[in-house]
């Protein structure tokens, strides 16, 4: 049993580990690549784009993990959790603002990212938990559709840029970015970890299959919501033209869109928990050892190449293929110095502080 344990969190780890390299070489290769020439073909990148394009995945992955990993502590510890939940997600909320802090480029105070995001949910899991596999799952599709409603209701743009989801000047103000408007907001992104909560509790029983029925569910709603689109006008501001569009980047999200994403990393959660359940994954295991300082790595790349890179003239500043190379070389380092780290247990990084503030 304890084997098992472990290895299970060596699989989630590994999970974390592919999150936060999908999220690092997205935002490196939108910051640093210069872009296509006026007059060149963006298929003359193509690797580039390709490898940039698995990034979409990051932040779901990030989410629903924090659903599983909330669902696994609940069950570790069903005395006292509650306590330990809020401040968990308190601490969450604080990195979240402390990342606001450190790149005024990308956020406003008003700004709700995936750790707000994340934050948030596990502080109010201490009601969720109390919910059936049934009642999450139904709890998450309100909430899906609830944003399409609320999208509509205060009349969100179709696509949301930058400037509007740290703009906090109007009408809600910073409760309109948090709900609604900003990068991750609560209204669809706590689906996503209530999704999670649910695929938690499979992976403690070794229900494996029921977490890709899941995931196949989400799939073919937000698929068959997408094919279906032909009776909506995707191009107006309506409700049903809201729900399914699928769009270049995901700022609104749709239900589509929240759908196809949760779904393909709900098949990938059971994939690797049951291999990870059949063939347990080493705790030296590059992925793991990036997992156990995902928190740490989110927090340190983004100020590094958002910010640091203006002033000496890197942001957007190299070709496809040096950016590439960039994305290799800091990879590497960041396995290397976690393979170091792990010796000591982590000991200073984000992950260890949450630990030590939230119990």
């Known amino acids: 049993m304890a084997t098992a344990a472990t290895s299970r969190m060596c699989g989630l780890d590994a999970l974390r580990g592919i999150a936060v390299f999908l999220m690092i070489e997205q935002h490196m290769g939108v910051w640093l690549w210069q872009g296509v020439a006026r007059g060149g073909a963006l298929a003359a990148a193509w690797p580039l784009v390709a490898f940039n394009a698995l990034g ?78 049934a009642g999450l799952v139904v709890l998450a599709v309100v909430v899906a559709v609830g944003a399409i409603g609320v999208q509509t209701w205060i009349h969100t743009p179709l696509h949301l840029t930058n400037d509007l989801m740290r703009d906090g000047s109007r009408p809600g103000g910073v409760l309109r970015l948090a709900v609604a408007e900003s990068q991750f907001p609560i209204l669809p992104w ?65 239900i589509a869109i929240v759908g196809l994403l949760v779904g ?27 997992g156990r300082a995902s928190l ?13 890179t203006r002033p000496i003239g890197l942001w957007h500043g190299m070709n496809a293929g040096a950016t590439l190379a960039m994305i290799a070389a800091f990879l590497m380092i960041a396995v290397a110095l976690a393979a170091q780290w792990q010796r000591i247990g982590y000991r200073g990084g984000a992950e260890w502080l949450l630990r030590k503030l939230g119990g």
Not at 296 to 308: C, D, K, N, S
């Open 296 to 308: 740490t790595l989110l927090l340190l790349h983004v100020p590094l190449f958002r910010e640091a």
């Open 190 to 254: 706590l689906a996503p970890f209530l999704l999670g909560m649910v695929a938690g509790r499979a992976v403690a029983a070794g229900r494996f299959a029921s977490i890709a029925k899941l995931g196949v569910a989400a799939i073919v709603i937000g698929g068959g919501g997408w094919l279906a689109q032909r009776w909506f006008d995707p191009t107006r501001a309506s409700f049903g033209g809201r729900a399914f569009a699928i769009q270049l980047g995901f700022f609104p999200a749709s």
């Open 56 to 133: 979409g995945g990051a932040a779901p992955m990030f989410i629903t993990l924090a659903g599983v990993g909330t669902a696994l502590l609940v069950r570790s510890r069903p005395q006292g959790v509650d306590g330990v939940l809020v401040r968990r997600g308190l601490v969450l909320l604080a990195l979240g603002y402390l990342l606001t802090a450190m790149t005024p480029s990308w956020f406003s105070w008003g700004s709700w990212f995936v750790l707000h995001l994340m934050g948030f949910a596990m502080a109010t899991s201490a009601i969720w938990r109390r919910l059936s596999d």
């Open 264 to 290: 393909g990393v709900l098949l990938v959660i059971a994939l690797v928990s049951w291999r990870d359940a059949t063939k347990p994954i080493a705790d030296r295991n590059p992925l793991v050892m990036l």
